[in-house]
T-cell receptor
Framework: EAQVTQNPRYLITVTGKKLTVTCSQNMNHEYMSWYRQDPGLGLRQIYYSMNVEVTDKGDVPEGYKVSRKEKRNFPLILESPSPNQTSLYFC?????????????FGPGTRLTVT | KQEVTQIPAALSVPEGENLVLNCSFTDSAIYNLQWFRQDPGKGLTSLLLIQSSQREQTSGRLNASLDKSSGRSTLYIAASQPGDSATYLCAVHRGTYKYIFGTGTRLKVLA
């Protein structure tokens, strides 16, 4: 089954404790992206990757890191999480970021930073 | 800077009604526009994708239109059902690998 998976689905952590949220897709998509969703603000793009080893900032990249060492995986790293990073995070993928292909989304990761 | 607005923020209708959800964007230089559905606690499910050269797309009871010159897209849902209750999001693809989402319309269809 074609899908985007994220782990963990729920995470509660404390300020400053490094964490990684994994994202994997099995559709051989070139383009992958991370979003955060907050009430009243909608989904905002954090980082995206056009292909292996190629990443760039979205609209809200501060406090996050990403890497794309393999085509199928695109982990989101929070080196020193803060309470303002409490949010619902979504990973998405698409065949290409420059062509009119639809995005497929993972189920989301709800992160709480205390 | 591209801004995407969805009005109304919430909508309740009785079952069977036809309804229209609106999505407005400020910059007409878009690559495509995609409509999504989000159920509570779940991810986003793609409904329709309209390329910038197209005027509309249809899938079952759903029809999405795009008017780039006026910066508007509408999602028409025919004969609404309680199972259509969800939040509907539109997203504008700006071309350069970036997407901008609206804040969504929360739809409740009453049985």
């Amino acid at each position: 089954e074609a899908q985007v998976t994220q782990n963990p689905r729920y995470l509660i952590t404390v300020t400053g404790k490094k964490l990684t949220v994994t994202c994997s897709q099995n559709m051989n998509h070139e383009y992958m992206s991370w979003y955060r969703q907050d009430p009243g603000l909608g989904l905002r793009q954090i980082y995206y990757s056009m292909n292996v080893e190629v990443t760039d900032k979205g609209d809200v990249p501060e406090g996050y890191k990403v890497s794309r060492k393999e085509k199928r995986n695109f982990p989101l790293i929070l080196e020193s999480p803060s309470p303002n990073q409490t949010s619902l995070y979504f990973c998405a993928s698409s065949l290409s970021g420059t062509s009119p292909y639809e995005q497929y989304f993972g189920p989301g990761t709800r992160l709480t930073v205390t | 800077k591209q801004e995407v607005t969805q009005i109304p923020a919430a909508l309740s209708v009785p079952e069977g009604e036809n309804l229209v959800l609106n999505c407005s964007f400020t910059d007409s230089a878009i690559y495509n526009l995609q409509w999504f559905r989000q159920d509570p606690g779940k991810g986003l499910t793609s409904l329709l994708l309209i390329q910038s050269s197209q005027r509309e797309q249809t899938s079952g009871r759903l029809n999405a239109s795009l008017d780039k010159s006026s910066g508007r897209s509408t999602l028409y849902i025919a004969a609404s059902q309680p199972g259509d209750s969800a939040t509907y999001l539109c997203a504008v693809h700006r071309g350069t690998y970036k997407y901008i989402f609206g804040t969504g319309t929360r739809l409740k269809v009453l049985a």
